[in-house]
């Protein structure tokens, strides 16, 4: 077999050297009872080929050559070539995590890079070396606030994510941490600030927001950032489109930012893997989960990195760790590291102002249904948007996110979203259909 | 002698930001085909940020250099081999990558409607079912993103399980030489931690646990074979003990590379286990992940798996959300779906009859090393070792020479370092695990080296204790590094 | 090496008692077990410390380390050099890098604790 380096002279040889007769007798000091009898029930190996075709199959059988308006927090993004021949390169995608710093230090500079740009991106002072996703960065970051403040209650708006909450709600269940949601204004879009102000109290621990919200809407980070401070609370910020911080300005109000980066060159991949962050202010480094890297010297006085503050993980402070999380999204993270690169401070701009002209076209040939700012998403009314999909699926379209299996109230709704993808064309079609 | 590697020219490399210049672009973007918008108009110019400060300014060339320069100062499997133990540093196959890429797969947004993700859906199907039958367990939850995601996954499984028994329980019973992520996982969720001692021939002591069991235990959380390589014979009672009490058994998947085809964890009494595709499976680890960390569950776990669960409905797959007794979501969406296809990829490429014969030779590939290892590292426990070994720095040590300088001596050798200083039960632990895809062309280099490496403590302490001299960098300092963290770039 | 006038605990504390108060640090023993320090974690001023419960901990690069107190009370002074300068801890133990500073709730705790002379035989046999 073409992964198993070893010839039958070589096996025999070595069994030898082991003292031993055949294979099986490797085996022998295992109980009878723990035995399996019988070979694995699996069909025997197949050759490179057949393995492409069995995929491709697979492909055939998924959405192909259709335009897509979704986005709910998954966005398709042009991805530079340049992203796929880095991270294919055998040094990167198979390197082990850089514990042995003196060889690894291409991981660790680029993680390190990774960190900066992140702060650049989000205006905070230290970023860690990426979480597995955006969604269960959010209970993460809860967890720091807790940690931080010493409090347990959590409020968190609805315009978050409904499944970045739900993922909430099952790391806090056991936490005994009440979490508590807030409303958005029906017109608006963005928080009910009143509705926020109420609910914080004394013990609440964190209240969490997300900007662009799941409408695509711009929120009122800094009037949340007050009622929160008022009363002790963090404020996390939350965001899905990465593409949005190359043009708007970050959340300077936030205690812990905690993002996906899908959006920087991540493809779909049908929900994964991707790559979640926590960026936050130099006081609550140590409450950070994570990976960090961070910078040092050898000893003949070279630059070099190498991963620091490991105290409050798992390997080392075990029960008592800032998180069990063991993994982060290296090579994922090395993907958006590649992006970001590419397009610069004068790209992502550039990057951004395209989503925020291709949405805008769409949502002026029909008319949003909330009155707040967005982004690249925004909420349109229609009366059956199951119906309104099945139309565009004959003409090759993927539409929008019927909002109705997450927002009972907005079953009359489908969230749109626009990239620098979206053609002209598609987003006529759509807008006739959605007439 | 050093015979694997020689002294080569290796670029220097600035920082990104060290090399940019205002204006250098390294990008295109089409033309728009619409009317642009003015930010400040569509969004408020109080919520249009000037700049992104210090972000680099680089051509393509530039950055194609800088990353290849800097993948040039990593060690990787594909350099060679990794003796790390459990961490099942495989070959990860090319196919792999290429499949993962397929427009259909890879673009794939997870909204898309079922109709259209029919590809997607019979991928994780497909897969459910292989970890299912080399579990030997009933139902397979793909959502974990990585290892410790699937133990607490798992955990809360059987949390769930015991309250709808009547009675959560308060404790997590935990090995002494377990994998740091496992006390982790159980305090987040929500279990007091109590260590069992693990017996004088290293395996898990079911006196002990026979005492230590009672209505307060909720689980034992073990790794099987265990973090010292060895099987735990006992396994089957120690399963009976903990069920006999209404407490159940959790495995720690990451040492499965010693059982997959040769012994099922749901034949020998486990619950709930997690698995490591990043480690059995071949996913590629690219630097520190992503992985994937699969939970399989005996049939009673079943209605508690995270929401949602995939369903035959007619010819078609389809969601199920209806799952009351669901602990929830562990993250959005349905899974690592990239990695997941990788695994399955390699599963195919396998096959059964394949998938044993690769453990067979791991196990002989570890067996090899020990064998010839033996005189010169002290071996702590004589039991016989599966995919792994681990000796320890005793004789080393009265020298003066540490697992860590040895370690950092093998650099020099041409090899990544083997684990150093665990499992914690061994005192100067060396742990290593060559994996299957290693032929004798390289373990014999390695165990070269590691002899060489020995002799080298007797006549020459020092050397040995200075190392590493050939990489581009010397030992950095960690010291500082934690003292006075540097976590970003700033200009001077 | 172990100051007369200090008591010492079996994890490596010591504590300089003087009328109700108690100032407490960790031994030169610790602090050469540790290696490089890098991070201390102190408990609060007002926090009540308990004789034996853990009051923080000390950081080297790869180990954590719980402080136990030696004796209870409350925590009226900590030492903030070492927020800066926490190499001090292997530099000075028993002097500059003292640890926290409490007011004693229980002084009669100290019979418990063992003399410098005590404590020596004590760490040359761990040895």
């Known amino acids: 077999m073409r992964y198993l380096p070893k010839s039958d002279s070589e096996r025999r040889q070595m069994l030898e050297a082991c003292g031993v007769a055949s294979p099986e007798e490797l085996f022998s000091h295992l109980p009878e009872a723990v035995r399996l009898k019988r070979p694995l029930d699996l069909p025997p190996g197949i050759s490179e080929y057949e393995i492409v075709d069995y995929f491709r199959q697979r492909a055939a059988e998924n959405a192909n050559g259709y335009a897509s308006f979704l986005g709910a927090g998954v966005y398709s993004h042009f991805r530079p070539v340049l992203v796929d021949s880095v991270v294919s390169r055998g040094e990167f995608l198979t390197s082990y995590t850089p514990y042995q710093a003196e060889i690894s230090q291409g991981t660790l500079t680029a993680i390190f890079e990774f960190q900066t740009m992140i702060c650049q991106l989000t205006g905070m002072d230290v970023a860690n070396a990426s979480m597995y996703d955006g969604s269960t960065a959010v209970p993460e970051a809860v967890s720091m606030a807790v940690r931080s403040t010493g409090k347990k209650r959590v409020l968190i708006a609805r315009s978050v994510h409904p499944e970045y909450r739900e993922v909430l709600r099952t790391y806090a269940r056991h936490q005994g941490m009440p979490v508590e949601g807030f409303g958005y204004l029906p017109e608006a879009g963005t928080i009910d600030l009143e509705d926020l102000d109420r609910k914080t109290d004394d013990v609440t621990a964190a209240v969490v927001v997300q900007s662009p919200n799941f409408f695509g809407i711009v929120d009122k980070v800094k009037a949340a950032a007050e009622i929160a401070h008022r009363r002790g609370a963090l404020l996390i910020v939350v965001f899905t489109e990465a593409v949005s911080l190359g043009l708007l300005e970050p959340p300077a109000d936030a205690d812990i930012v905690a993002g996906e980066l899908q959006s920087f060159a991540i493809s779909p991949s049908y929900g994964g893997p991707y790559a979640g962050v926590i960026a936050t202010r130099e006081k609550f480094i140590r409450q950070m989960p994570g990976r960090l890297v961070g910078q040092t010297t050898d000893s003949r006085g070279n630059r070099a990195f190498c991963l620091t503050l490991s105290t409050r993980e798992q390997h080392i402070r075990r029960e008592k760790a800032t998180s069990n999380i063991c993994t982060n999204q290296a090579l994922i993270a090395l993907m958006a590291t590649v992006l970001m690169t590419v397009y610069g401070k004068q790209g992502l701009r550039e990057l951004a102002q395209q989503n925020l002209a291709k949405a805008h076209y769409l949502a002026g040939r029909l008319s949003p249904r909330f009155s707040g700012r967005f982004f690249n998403e925004f909420v349109v009314r229609a009366s059956k948007p199951d119906e309104i999909n099945k139309a565009l699926l004959k003409k090759k379209i993927i539409g929008g996110l019927p909002l109705g299996r997450f927002y009972p109230e907005l079953a009359d709704s489908m969230l749109l979203c626009a990239t620098e993808m979206s053609r002209r064309a598609d987003m006529d079609v759509v807008a006739e259909v959605l007439a | ?492 | 090496m172990y100051p007369d006038n200090f008591r010492y605990t079996k994890e490596h504390e010591w504590v300089l008692v003087e009328g109700d108060t108690g100032t407490i640090g960790i031994t030169d023993h610790a602090q050469q077990e540790l290696g490089d320090i890098v991070y201390v974690d102190l408990p609060k001023v007002g926090v009540r410390i308990e004789l034996g419960k853990s009051l923080g901990s000390v950081e080297s690069v790869k180990a954590v380390s719980d402080i136990y107190a030696p004796l209870s009370g409350e925590v009226t002074e900590i030492n903030t050099l070492l927020t800066d300068a926490p190499e001090k801890l292997n530099q000075d133990p028993h002097g500059v890098a003292w640890l926290v500073k409490i007011h004693l709730s229980a002084p009669a705790e100290i019979q418990n604790l063992m003399s410098a002379a005590d404590y020596q035989t004590y760490v040359g046999a761990e040895k």
């Open chain 2, 1 to 492: 002698m050093i015979t694997k590697v020689r002294p080569h020219l290796s670029q220097n490399e600035a920082l990104l930001f060290e090399r940019s210049s205002p204006g250098k672009i390294a990008y295109q973007l089409p033309a728009l085909d619409v009317p642009p918008v003015d930010p400040a108009e569509a969004l408020g110019a109080e919520n249009v940020r000037s700049e992104i400060p210090g972000f680099p300014e680089v051509s393509e060339v530039e950055a194609i250099r800088h990353f290849t320069r800097l993948s040039t100062w990593n060690y990787a499997i594909d350099h060679g081999m990794y003796p790390l133990g459990s961490c099942t540093m495989k070959y990860n196959p090319r196919i792999n990558e290429l499949v993962a890429r397929i427009e259909g797969l890879a673009w794939a947004h997870p909204y898309q409607p079922e109709a259209l993700a029919q590809g997607s859906m019979e991928v994780m199907a497909r897969l459910e079912a292989a970890l299912a039958e080399i579990a030997g367990m009933d139902a397979v939850t793909l959502q974990p993103a990585a290892g410790a995601h699937g133990e607490l996954t798992g955990i809360l499984l059987i949390r769930a399980l015991l309250e709808k028994r009547g009675n959560p329980r308060k404790k997590i019973l935990i090995p002494d030489s377990a994998h740091g992520t496992n006390p982790a996982t159980a305090a987040i969720a929500g279990y007091a931690v109590e260590n069992i001692a693990s017996s004088a021939t290293g395996v898990l002591d079911v006196a002990a646990l026979a005492q230590l069991v009672d209505r307060d235990v909720a689980a034992l959380m073990v790794t099987n074979p265990n973090t010292l390589g060895v099987f735990e014979e006992n396994i089957v009672q120690a399963a009976e003990i903990l069920h006999a009490k209404g407490a159940m058994l959790y495995m720690d998947g990451a040492n499965m590379n010693a059982l997959v085809g040769i012994a099922r964890p749901g034949d020998f009494g486990v619950d709930v286990l997690h698995l490591n595709l990043h480690k059995t499976f071949s996913t590629p680890h690219g630097g520190g992940g992503p992985g994937a960390g699969p939970v399989a569950v005996k049939k009673a776990f079943e209605p508690f798996l995270p929401v949602p669960r995939l369903k035959r409905s007619g010819k078609k797959w389809a969601y199920d959300y209806r799952r009351k007794r669901s602990i929830g979501r562990v993250r959005a969406f349905y899974g690592n779906f990239g990695v997941l296809v990788r695994a399955l990829a390699y599963i195919l490429a396998h096959g059964g009859p394949g998938l044993r014969n690769a453990t067979v030779d791991a196990v002989l590939n570890a067996v090899y090393i020990r064998k010839k290892l033996e005189p010169y590292f002290d071996l702590p426990y004589a039991s016989p070792n599966m995919h792994e070994v681990v000796f320890s720095d005793e004789r080393q040590a009265k020298l003066g020479v540490r697992t860590g300088d040895l370690a950092k001596r093998l650099i020099d050798y041409g090899f990544h370092p083997y684990t150093v200083s665990f499992p914690l039960i061994v005192h100067g632990a060396l742990m290593i695990e060559p994996t299957e895809t290693e032929g004798k062309l390289e373990l014999d280099q390695f165990i070269e080296a590691m002899i060489s490496i020995a002799k080298e403590v007797e006549t020459d302490p020092q050397l040995v204790k200075n190392a590493p001299y050939g990489t581009r960098t010397s030992r950095v300092d960690e010291v500082t590094a934690a003292r006075k963290p540097v976590l970003r770039w700033r200009p001077s």
